[in-house]
């Protein structure tokens, strides 16, 4: 839960902050919980399966991606429905 009481259902994280990087916002405010939102990496940095681990991260999404893919991992983690072709 943030400052102002907001409960996101999905947090997109890129690892490259300006004075933090992902990884600590990880280790801190958003450690794994019970009833912590997912949190997507996002990044143009490698990040291996045993860093996800380690970390807590529910996934990642490698830069550059995809708009299709963005949403589609997005919908994914929120639990809707995957688009179908028609």
Same mark, same amino acid.
């Given at each position: +839960? &943030?400052?102002? @009481? +907001?409960? =996101?259902?999905?947090?997109?994280? %890129?690892?490259?902050?300006?004075?933090?990087? @992902?990884? %600590?916002?990880?280790?801190?405010?958003?450690? =794994?919980?019970?009833?912590?939102?997912?949190?997507?990496?996002?990044?143009?940095? $490698? +990040?291996?399966?045993?860093?996800?681990?380690?970390?807590?991260?529910?996934?990642?999404? =490698?830069? =550059? &991606?995809?708009?299709?893919? &963005?949403?589609? $991992? +997005?919908?994914?983690?929120? @639990?809707?429905?995957? %688009? $179908?072709? $028609?």
């Amino acid at each position: +839960v &943030f400052r102002w @009481g +907001v409960r =996101p259902g999905l947090v997109l994280l %890129d690892l490259n902050l300006p004075g933090h990087s @992902g990884w %600590d916002l990880l280790r801190g405010s958003l450690a =794994p919980a019970p009833g912590r939102a997912p949190v997507v990496i996002i990044s143009a940095m $490698t +990040v291996s399966p045993r860093q996800l681990r380690e970390s807590g991260a529910d996934g990642y999404l =490698p830069k =550059p &991606f995809a708009l299709a893919t &963005f949403l589609e $991992t +997005v919908k994914r983690f929120l @639990g809707l429905p995957p %688009d $179908t072709a $028609t």
